[in-house]
């Protein structure tokens, strides 16, 4: 008989730590976090410019915290360290450098229906099963092709930006400005949105781009769209779509996160509007199997409604349980 984990979540972002350390807190015991990753909270990692200012109230929305768990104002590194922490204080099983293929939920006995989660060359097993992947792990991409030739310029992070270059970066939230006004100290940047203003990113971002652009230290390139991009002696040349081209360095793309509608389907999770339907607790249409964070897109980025999507779920587990025992002593 294999081992069958009370709770399996899958995805180690704010949303999956929160349901795994809050579960652990309702008396949840067996909690198993998969991370395809090298570590926990790679959005963060990868996206988060250094020392980005990470808030409680997401985009100046106030968000009162609902668990246990006390997540207070940082920045990029401060995060991770706090996550570090609460990780190594309860008994949370991490596994990193997993990727989870689909999920099937097993009825073999009515009395105690059972997930198997499906991974390359072997599968675990669970009782429950939080889905908690960030929109991010599948960014965004141009619906034009990019050639083969500058592929190793134009990129979804800064990781790979040198000192001096010429920089194109595009979209217009909060990835996108920070990464402009971060480039800015030691690049030429310009940033090309396809709307006239910045009003998707939230306030401070808003104040901080506006002020770029006021003193021309980025350039920014409003109300025109990308036609498309070509070599141009080992640079890419970028042509816009009211006709005009530029040559550029690097070209970033910070243009949003697609929920994998892929693997919901082979999961058995319903979609409606490009997110997945779930009941008050996150439960999705498949009994036993929730989702959390970013993919609800209710949370689009918030850690603070990621934390209480977790604990939303791990009383609703918990009750379930104590229910069951009950309904079992009484039959007793």
């Not at 990470?54 to 006390?70: A, N, P």
């Not at 070209?251 to 999770?269: D, E, N, Q, R």
Request: with cysteine.
């Amino acid at each position: 008989m294999q081992h069958i984990h009370n709770l399996a979540i899958i995805g180690a972002g704010p949303a999956g730590i929160a349901t795994a350390v809050e579960g652990y807190l309702q008396g949840i015991r067996d909690i198993v976090l998969l991370e395809k990753d090298v570590n926990h909270n790679s959005t963060i990692r990868k996206y988060y410019k250094d020392n980005k200012r990470v808030d409680v109230d997401w985009k100046g929305k106030k968000v009162e915290l609902d668990g246990r768990i006390f997540f207070v104002d940082g920045t990029k590194e401060s995060t991770l360290d706090f996550f570090d922490e609460i990780l190594a204080n309860h008994s949370v099983e991490l596994i990193t450098h997993v990727e989870v293929q689909s999920i099937l939920k097993r009825d073999d006995n009515p009395y105690d229906s059972y997930f198997e989660i499906f991974m390359a060359g072997k599968s675990i097993f669970a009782r429950k099963v939080a889905v908690t992947i960030g929109r991010m792990g599948k960014p965004n991409k141009p619906d034009y092709k990019i050639p083969l030739g500058i592929k190793k310029r134009v990129a979804f992070t800064i990781d790979d930006c040198n000192e001096g270059e010429k920089i194109l970066v595009v979209g217009g939230g909060d990835s996108a400005v920070e990464y402009a006004v971060d480039l800015s100290e030691k690049n030429d940047v310009a940033i090309c949105y396809r709307r006239e203003t910045f009003r998707r990113a939230n306030p401070t971002n808003q104040r901080n781009i506006a002020n770029a652009i006021m003193h021309k230290e980025v350039r920014a390139i409003l109300g025109i769209d990308i036609e498309g991009l070509e070599e141009e002696e080992g640079r890419v040349k970028v042509i816009f779509t009211d006709g005009e081209a530029e040559v550029f360095d690097r070209v970033i793309y910070a243009i949003g996160g697609t929920t994998p509608s892929s693997f919901l389907a082979s999961s058995g999770i319903t979609e409606e509007d490009g997110k997945p339907v779930h009941d008050e607790n996150y439960q999705t249409n498949v009994e036993g199997l929730f989702v959390a964070g970013d993919i609800t897109q209710e949370s689009g980025g918030s850690i603070a409604l990621g934390l209480n999507h977790g604990f939303a779920i791990a009383c609703f587990i918990r009750d379930e349980i104590q229910i069951k025992k009950a309904q079992l002593t009484s039959f007793i």
